[in-house]
């Protein structure tokens, strides 16, 4: 907290940023009307009515809410006009050489209507009340400068206020247009969730009838038949967890968007994983003549993962193969074996990751014939 005549140094710094960040107006010079003027008046009586003081930076000259008992004309430095406590202030501006400051007190009758403080080494002459108003008889140029004065801040206050007016207008149809994009995203939101919640329903019903009816087929037909048919009932089974995998897909979005989304980390057998993966896509490579192949070493660590999700994009990353490998090429998936860390092949570097156990790299890769092509790999 300033003290009664000086700011803290903290709330000096601080009117010191704020003046620097405010567009501020030109200042009056030495060669002013009002000093001019003043020059003029017989030394004798000016000094009779003129009391010369000096602040240094950082010191009251007055205080807002004080009785005014004098006005001063600035000879030398700047002054800065704050309203409002000196720790949070609201700058009104600030004056310079030939400029007058605590004359509307004067003129009102009325308590200081703000703070005024030194900025620079300030220079400045004193009229006292009294004084003042026979000066402004007894030379009624010096009357007319000071009204002069008034209106130029007059004006300067007024176009201060209507630019804030027309800031104040551009700022609340902003408001009001934000608020209203607020409310078609939030209605998108809603739209896209209750469809995604339509879709979900919709295809699970479908979903739970195949598991029954494959089911109830393996269950009812004949040993021989079962044989004769088992590429079809492995095609079928593939297409329906496929299903299921999508239908899960569009749930894990949702509970991402609402921030609920987690992992189950268990430990889990990786090559069996990986084993499953290659063993359902097999019917997909035969129907488009593409040969898969499992590269495993003879041991992977134990390993902490969400088994749907990875089992998910291994499945995603076998269907991208599928979709750029054309006929006769090879698709390659490859597990590596890693002390601490992951150790990847991908086209972006993979941060090093420690895991509690040990950790491997997941990989599939695709080539043709003549040249190969690059590989696609989730670390694990």
């Not at 002054?79 to 605590?102: D, H, M, N, Q």
């Not at 006929?327 to 092949?345: F, H, L």
Request: aromatic share 4%; proline share 6%.
């Amino acid at each position: 907290m300033s003290t009664q005549g000086r700011l803290t140094e903290e709330e000096f710094t601080q009117l010191l940023q704020l003046r620097q960040s405010m567009d501020v107006p030109m200042i009056m010079g030495e060669d002013s009307p009002l000093l001019q003027e003043l020059a003029d008046i017989e030394r004798p009586l000016l000094q009779s009515i003129m009391q010369e003081c000096a602040f240094d930076p950082g010191e009251i000259i007055f205080h807002e809410g004080e009785p005014g008992e004098a006005m001063y004309v600035i000879r030398a430095g700047q002054v800065a006009v704050i309203k409002g406590s000196f720790e949070t202030p609201t700058w009104l501006g600030y004056r310079g050489p030939g400029e007058i400051i605590g004359e509307m007190a004067l003129l009102e009758h009325a308590p200081r209507s703000a703070s005024v403080v030194a900025l620079e080494p300030l220079r400045m002459l004193r009229i006292h009340h009294h004084d003042f108003q026979e000066l402004i008889q007894d030379h009624p140029a010096i009357g007319q400068n000071i009204m002069e004065m008034l209106s130029t801040r007059l004006r300067t206050t007024d176009n201060a206020l209507n630019n804030s007016a027309q800031t104040r207008r551009q700022l609340t149809q902003q408001v009001a247009q934000l608020y209203t994009e607020k409310g078609q995203l939030l209605e998108l939101q809603r739209v896209r969730q209750e469809t995604s919640d339509l879709i979900v329903h919709d295809l699970r019903n479908p979903l739970g009838v195949l598991y029954g009816i494959l089911d109830v087929l393996k269950m009812t037909l004949p040993e021989e038949v079962l044989r004769a048919n088992q590429e079809l009932f492995v095609i079928a089974e593939a297409a329906r967890d496929r299903m299921k995998r999508l239908i899960d897909s569009l749930l894990d979005v949702a509970r991402m968007e609402e921030g609920s989304a987690a992992l189950t980390l268990s430990p889990g057998d990786l090559a069996g994983l990986l084993a499953r993966t290659v063993k359902f896509a097999q019917v997909n490579a035969q129907r488009q003549g593409v040969t898969l192949r499992l590269e495993l070493p003879s041991t992977l660590p134990s390993m902490l993962y969400d088994e749907s999700k990875i089992e998910r994009v291994l499945t995603n990353l076998m269907d991208n193969a599928f979709k750029y490998t054309p006929k006769n090429g090879e698709i390659c998936i490859a597990a590596t074996a890693g002390a601490t860390d992951v150790q990847s092949v991908s086209p972006m570097p993979v941060p090093a990751s420690p895991k509690p156990s040990g950790s491997a790299s997941l990989s599939v890769s695709r080539k043709c014939r003549e040249t190969p092509s690059p590989v696609v790999a989730v670390s694990g």
